[in-house]
């Protein structure tokens, strides 16, 4: 899969990406960084990459209807530092990649995982 991850997320997670076999670059790595939400998710869709943030501006359905991405992927721990966020994500990745992304929004939470 390929996927692109925002700049609120630390990089090191497009690392673990790559070593596990995907297409990952990194908001930072392509200048887009405080890019407005409308700009980033048209590079994402233009490029057909599943977005990994923490930003619930991207999802909103209305704005941005699922159905029209590879994936958007919104991570929502309760703790915002980044040693924490890496373990959060770290934790929930390998089931996140096993649903089938194309046209969903997943967020996940310390409650659960949620698809719609």
């Known amino acids: 899969m ?3 991850v925002d700049e609120n997320l630390p990089c090191e997670v497009a690392a673990d990406l790559r070593a596990m076999g995907h297409d990952a670059d990194t908001v930072d790595e392509e200048g ?3 890019t407005a939400d409308v700009g980033l998710m048209a590079h994402v869709k233009a490029e057909g990459r599943v977005i990994l943030t923490m930003d ?3 999802a909103d359905l209305r ?3 699922p159905d029209q991405y590879a994936g958007i992927v919104l ?3 309760r703790s915002s530092g980044r040693g924490t966020v890496l373990d ?3 934790q929930h990745l390998p089931t996140v990649l096993q649903y089938d992304l194309n046209g969903h929004l997943v967020v996940v939470s310390e409650t659960g995982i949620r698809m719609r």
């Open 75 to 77: 991570f929502r721990p």
């Open 88 to 90: 959060f994500v770290r």
């Open 56 to 58: 619930k501006g991207v």
């Open 32 to 34: 887009l960084a405080g």
């Open 63 to 65: 704005a941005y209807p």
């Open 2 to 4: 390929k996927f692109k």
